[in-house]
Structure formats: C-alpha cells, structure tokens
C-alpha cells in the first residue's frame, strides 16, 4: 500500500509563489513514476508535471511550463512543486499520484493518489 500526502497549498495573490510538498511512505518507490495534477472546480482532473524516482525523466503540461518545476528528494520520499508566476487560472485542487509502471501524463495510469491541497491565486 502506498500513502502520499500533499501540503502547502493556500492562498497567494497572482505572481506570486507556493511549493507543494507530497511524502510517499509504503513501498519502495524506485520504478514509480510521481504526478501532480490538478482539478479546478467544474474541471476534469489535468496533468501539470510528472517525474521519477530514478531516471530524472520530467515532463510539464504546456500550461505550467518555464513557471513550475518538479523535483524530489529520494531520502526524503518526497516529491516537490515550486510554482511561480502564478495566474488565477492555477486555481485548483492539486494531487499528488503515484504510477507503479513508471511516468506518465495520463490520469489513468496512476493508482494511488494523495487528498489533495487546495491553490487559490487571487487576481
């Protein structure tokens, strides 16, 4: 079984910054693919960035790209989200995923995901 929590969500007004934390605890993680994605309301789900434990392959929505970056922390088990320039637009419920076949940018692909931490970017 595998546990993600996320946090560091909140309010910030738009241009400004917010890194989104998500510990996985559980399993041996090195073949996992890690997601974010995020859900505004009335939205469907949406890829923002993925990445893995070993290989250092990232991938970003075009929405997020040259604003958001990725990264982990292997000791840690702990994948990070810095996002800056933020637009109201970024609104959102953001989850962290766990993918047992590796990264992917596909909401399918994930089988285990966090609780979700809420960003409001106010204009």
């Known amino acids: 079984q595998v546990q993600l929590v996320e946090s560091g969500g909140g309010l910030v007004q738009a241009g400004g910054s917010l890194r989104l934390s998500c510990a996985a605890s559980?399993?041996?993680?090195?073949?996992?693919?890690l997601g974010w994605f995020r859900q505004a309301p009335g939205k469907e789900r949406e890829f923002v960035a993925a990445?893995?434990?070993?290989?250092?392959?990232?991938y970003y929505a075009d929405s997020v790209k040259g604003r958001f970056t990725i990264s982990r922390d292997n000791a840690k088990n702990t994948v990070y989200l810095q996002m800056n320039s933020l637009k109201p637009e970024d609104t959102a419920v953001y989850y962290c995923?766990?993918?047992?076949?590796?990264?992917?940018?596909?909401?399918?692909?994930?089988?285990?995901w966090g609780q979700g931490t809420q960003v409001t970017v106010s204009s």
């Open positions: 995923a766990a993918d047992p076949g590796g990264t992917s940018a596909s909401v399918y692909e994930y089988d285990y």
């Open positions: 559980g399993r041996t993680f090195s073949s996992y693919g």
């Open positions: 990445t893995d434990w070993s290989s250092g392959i990232i």
